[in-house]
Nanobody
Framework: QVQLVESGGGVVQAGGSLRLSCSASGGTFSNYVFAWFRQAPGKEREFVLFTLWSGGTTYYGDSLKGRFTISKDNAKNTMYLQMNSLKPEDTAVYYC?????????????????????WGRGIQVTVSS
């Protein structure tokens, strides 16, 4: 059973940075796609980015590209989300998600419904 654990959230002032981590266990992830979503109070879950664990494809949400960057440590099965130039509107619970895509030719996974493994989420609060 795949388990995802987020860490690194907290409170930061506008313009600051945070790095979130998503540690994965319980599987072999070479055929997985991993993603970050976020959900602010009273709003729908929003796509942040997804990346193929095997490499080659990372897709960012339009409003986030340039401020958010993904990286991975394959040896630790950990994905990192570096968030820079944070804004109050980035305040949300951030969720790590994963899906075993097997050998599918599909390479585009921007919807929360694409994913069947989720972390519990971690709060990020950006103060103005």
């Amino acid at each position: 059973q795949v388990q995802l654990v987020e860490s690194g959230g907290g409170v930061v002032q506008a313009g600051g940075s945070l790095r979130l981590s998503c540690s994965a266990s319980g599987g072999t992830f070479s055929n997985y796609v991993f993603a970050w979503f976020r959900q602010a109070p009273g709003k729908e879950r929003e796509f942040v980015l997804f990346t193929l664990w095997s490499g080659g494809t990372t897709y960012y949400g339009d409003s986030l590209k340039g401020r958010f960057t993904i990286s991975k440590d394959n040896a630790k099965n950990t994905m990192y989300l570096q968030m820079n130039s944070l804004k109050p509107e980035d305040t949300a619970v951030y969720y790590c998600a994963a899906k075993n895509r097997g050998y599918s030719a599909r390479s585009y996974y921007p919807s929360w419904s694409d994913y069947d493994n989720w972390g519990r989420g971690i709060q990020v609060t950006v103060s103005s």
